[in-house]
């Protein structure tokens, strides 16, 4: 007999998670732990990967790996997945999930006919080239194992729609203006391009790729955005972190074992109006 709910147990199965030591990276590493899985995690941020793998770790039955690498550097990232199959065997998950604004705040969300070339490309390095060259290594150990497995991206609401600029007017966080800029739109559809592409050409070796389209997650915005965005959203507010969790739990198992070059979007019905 088949046990539907167990259809949803990654136990045995070994995730790697970048961008794992992030806001929704470490509830995403929490809940795929919780769920049975290996994680390692992955991020540039040490004092973070450390926190979260000693963490899950510290659980009776939590195993994690964390791994300090700047993955927008080919050999750092060949060298995540060497490590994680050195300790785990294997690789059957990858959650490619890191994303980076460079070291300038005001470059970042500089307004589009004053943008860089140079903060333009510090983004698609992180924000999607980076993701290739996971996708890729991570594709190859898929391949040698060749008995497939699950890649989920995440993407964003604003690559499949455009921001209303207007909720920006007033809007901070951490006592800074905030806007969307293009350039993370324009990573955010790339997502969903590779993502698309990946799911059919690995298709006929099982290798599922879908990709995690999140809408805006409560995360110290101030009160006047969050009133604003909430009133764009169809279920009145702002996501919160674990909400986010069960869709990237979902693709990772077997219960999506027919779901490939998918978006699952998780945006409280934003893209719905
Ligand atoms: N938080 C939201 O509201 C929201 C909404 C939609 C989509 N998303 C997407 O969800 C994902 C996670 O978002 P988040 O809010 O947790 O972001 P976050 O900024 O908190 O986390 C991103 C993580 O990526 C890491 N990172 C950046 N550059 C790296 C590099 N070169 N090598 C390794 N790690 C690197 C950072 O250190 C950070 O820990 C992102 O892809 C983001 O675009 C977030």
């Not at 049975?36 to 009776?60: Q, R, Y």
């Not at 550097?73 to 999930?97: H, M, T």
């Not at 590779?194 to 997650?217: E, H, S």
């Not at 986010?244 to 027919?258: R, W």
Request: net charge negative; with cysteine.
């Amino acid at each position: 007999m088949i046990s539907y709910t167990g259809l949803f147990s990654l136990s045995g199965k070994v995730a790697i998670v970048t961008g794992g030591a992030g806001f929704l990276g470490k509830h995403f590493c929490r809940g795929l732990a919780e769920a049975g899985a290996a994680v390692v995690i992955v991020d540039i941020n040490s004092d973070e990967v450390s926190k979260i793998a000693m963490e899950i770790n510290s659980a009776a039955t939590g195993k994690a790996l964390g791994i300090v690498a700047d993955i927008t550097n080919p050999l750092e990232v060949d060298d995540v997945v060497n490590q994680a199959v050195r300790e785990f065997n294997r690789v059957d998950i990858l959650l490619n999930n890191a994303s980076g604004k460079g070291p300038s705040h005001d470059a970042y969300f500089a307004p589009f006919e004053d943008y860089t070339l140079e903060q333009w490309r510090t983004v698609m390095a992180i924000n999607i080239d980076a993701m290739f060259l996971m996708a890729q290594a991570v594709g190859r150990q898929m391949l040698l194992q060749g008995d497939g497995g699950s890649i989920i991206q995440t993407s964003s609401a604003y690559g499949i729609m455009g921001p209303d600029n207007r909720i920006y007017e007033g809007s901070w966080y951490l006592n800074r203006q905030i806007n969307t800029p293009a350039v993370y739109s324009t990573s955010k559809a790339a997502v969903v391009g590779l993502t698309k592409f990946l799911a059919t050409y690995w298709a006929d070796k099982n290798i599922r790729v879908n990709a995690l389209v999140p809408g805006g997650t409560e995360s110290g915005q101030n009160d006047v955005f969050q009133e604003r965005y909430g009133a764009r959203i169809p279920l009145g507010r702002m996501a919160n972190a674990p909400e986010i969790v069960g869709a990237v739990l979902y693709l990772a198992s077997e219960a999506a074992s027919y779901v490939t070059g998918h978006c699952l979007v998780v945006d409280g019905g934003l893209n719905a109006w």
